[in-house]
């Protein structure tokens, strides 16, 4: 009993200390992913662009599809959702048959989930589970069929669909306008992948990419001014100094100008700062901040990589862990033919594997190195850029992992 009452008294202490310490937040929501701001800064053009793409759905009509790039907080998702609420806000004072639904392929994870969310936008009822694909998709049909409006059909990360998935959905949604009557689908893709129309067949490119919208990243400079914005509203007045500010700015520029690792690094040091009864937020908060959301982010993005993706870093580790030089794409190729025969699932290409390889090094969980071999040429070598026991650790909390981690593979046996 004294044990846990000596536990208690420790959380009364963390509670109190809170609640009597200066409180560095006015408002701590505005810094999440999720917050769609009143205005976004430096991203006015394509907000206006998007504008014009989507406004004859005011008056009963048909948009362009669109197809919208740009690396991970470039801004995107936050445009999208912006103009989309605007849209339905001035549809709704015209009474025009505006509908919007937006679906996170990632999140959604399967053709069927998505047309079910899809169904669920046209109030049509469809099971969670146990219905064929082809008879959701037809009463997705039959429902638009039975009204008369415009549906504006947002696929964020659709790249993560259709590297785990193909492209036959989207075909599929890119043609249904030909069996409408009343109703009409425009649809709006994003994708973190700027390669990602090699994936695609080209029926499907030449529909889905009517129109195209290019995020670049944010500078230094941009990204200062999106923070400023933010802690001004954060933040109580003279918490966050110029330096931290800067830090942040200078920090998450350097890493491919990503204002969602910038807002990141600005919550986490106010985070803190706080807990540690500080009145300022400094450069030394960021800095620490830096260290604990890089270890968080390899975690999450581990957890988060497609299936094909998780069997190729699957294939380097078990490479490593046998003590194996063979780093080289072939012998990986190798090694994630057999992953994949393991578990039952047909293998992608060499090809398809090796621009997975050149994702996972650009995202920083694989390294890719040329390395001559004299006269008989050059060759890439490739290895892990986290550590193996973190690689085990996600890889074990999942259950189509846990009997892969120890496996090894034939192909690096010895005779």
């Not at 907000?47 to 793409?53: F, H, K, S, T, V």
């Not at 069996?179 to 994936?199: C, T």
């Not at 889905?208 to 802690?231: G, H, M, Q, T």
Request: positive net charge; aromatic residues 8%.
């Amino acid at each position: 009993m004294r044990g846990v009452d000596r536990k208690s008294e420790i959380l009364d202490e963390v509670f109190e200390n809170f609640l009597r310490g200066f409180k560095i937040f006015k408002n701590r929501e505005v810094l999440r992913h999720d917050y769609i701001p009143d205005y976004l800064p430096h991203r006015e053009e394509h907000i206006r662009y998007l504008g014009e793409i989507v406004a004859p759905t005011l008056g009963g009509f048909p948009c362009s599809n669109v197809f919208i790039y740009g690396k991970t907080g470039t801004g995107k998702t936050a445009v999208i959702k912006y103009v989309l609420k605007k849209l339905v806000a001035k549809a709704r004072s015209l009474n025009s048959p505006v509908r919007v639904c937006y679906i996170n392929c990632r999140l959604a994870g399967t053709e069927y989930r998505i047309l079910s969310s899809l169904c669920n936008a046209i109030f049509v009822d469809v099971p969670f589970t146990g219905l064929a694909l082809g008879e959701v998709f037809d009463r997705f049909r039959g429902g638009l069929n039975s009204e008369k409006i415009i549906l504006l059909t947002v696929l964020d990360e659709i790249d993560v669909l259709v590297k785990e998935r193909g492209d036959s959905l989207l075909y599929e949604l890119t043609r249904i306008n030909e069996d409408l009557s009343g109703s009409r689908v425009s649809i709006i893709g994003i994708s973190n992948d700027l390669s990602f129309k090699e994936y695609l067949d080209p029926r499907v490119l030449s529909t889905l990419s009517e129109e195209e919208i290019v995020f670049k990243p944010y500078n230094a400079s941009e990204l200062r001014d999106i923070l400023l914005d933010r802690a001004s509203m954060a933040f109580q007045e003279g918490v966050l100094t110029e330096g931290a500010l800067s830090l942040c700015a200078a920090l998450a520029a350097a890493e491919h100008g990503d204002a969602r690792r910038a807002l990141d690094l600005l919550r986490v040091a106010g985070e803190l700062a706080e807990r540690e009864g500080s009145k300022q937020i400094v450069e030394d908060h960021v800095r620490k901040a830096k260290r604990r959301i890089e270890h968080d982010r390899m975690i999450e993005a581990l957890k988060s990589l497609p299936l094909h993706s998780k069997f190729v870093l699957l294939s380097v580790y078990l490479l490593s862990k046998t003590g194996s030089n063979k780093s080289i794409t072939g012998d990986i190729y190798n090694v994630y033919c057999e992953v994949c025969e393991r578990v039952g699932m047909a293998p992608l290409t060499q090809r398809r594997v090796s621009g997975l390889i050149n994702e996972l090094d650009v995202i920083g969980l694989l390294n890719s190195r040329v390395v001559s071999l004299g006269r008989y040429g050059r060759t890439k070598k490739i290895t892990l850029s986290v550590p193996k026991s973190l690689v085990r650790r996600v890889f074990a909390e999942d259950e189509r992992f846990i009997s892969l981690i120890d496996y090894t593979p034939k192909c690096l046996m010895k005779p």
